[in-house]
């Protein structure tokens, strides 16, 4: 009886992880944060390598400007089936109360990146709005940010038919404030060393 219990009950955890692993199967991380004098979307930073071109614009540094970043990460029990998006707003100032700017002013920018995660800078579309609005309210340190925006995007390696139709991103969030310092390459503050891989990758 004992024997027969024992394997019922290994059964029964067998079943159990079974079915928390199938609800499982794909599990989103989704980060939002800003960061007060810093900058991104620089002149320049698509004038980088091929695998750079998904990630550069991306990466924040100091400056005189606010950024705000969505990161999201879909991880897959697939092989190879993880994703990637990201989202980069870049506004001049922080408007003193809350305000809505539209996207082709000086006053704000918005850059935009997805793809397999495994294929960093090689599968994945890429590029900077054209069109759009961008709105902000800060209140007791949290920002919500309201992005409704049209991004032609394009392939790094010009794969055909991988990022023929402009992207619409319309979304809604919070953000929370962050130091520079604690981020890491997947946030946008890459250290030497690191590749576009981490920049891709949650690597913790």
């Not at 007060?36 to 695998?51: N, Q, Y």
């Not at 960093?120 to 902000?136: E, N, P, Q, Y």
């Not at 139709?165 to 404030?177: C, E, G, L, N």
């Amino acid at each position: 009886m004992v024997i027969v219990a024992a394997i019922n009950r290994i059964i029964g955890l067998s079943t159990v992880f079974a079915i928390i692993f199938a609800g499982n199967a794909v599990a989103k991380d989704k980060d939002a944060f800003y960061v007060e004098g810093a900058v991104s979307i620089v002149d320049g930073c698509l004038e980088v390598s091929t695998r750079e071109l998904q990630f550069a614009c991306h990466r924040i540094v100091p400056g005189e400007g606010l950024v705000i970043a969505l990161r999201e990460y879909a991880r897959s029990r697939k092989v190879d089936g993880s994703t990637y998006k990201k989202v980069t707003v870049v506004l001049r100032e922080w408007p003193v109360d809350s305000a809505t700017v539209s996207i082709g002013s000086s006053d704000v920018k918005v850059f935009y990146s997805a793809g397999p995660a495994a294929f960093a800078g090689k599968r994945g579309c890429f590029g900077t709005a054209t069109k759009g609005t961008v709105s902000v309210e800060l209140e007791k340190g949290v920002a919500s940010i309201k992005v409704n925006a049209e991004v032609p995007v394009r392939s790094p390696l010009d794969w055909k038919g991988d990022c023929d139709q402009p992207i619409v991103i319309d979304t809604a969030f919070s953000a929370h404030k962050r130091n520079l310092l604690e981020l890491d390459a997947w946030h946008g503050n890459p250290r030497e060393g690191d590749s576009p891989f981490e920049e891709a990758n949650i690597m913790n």
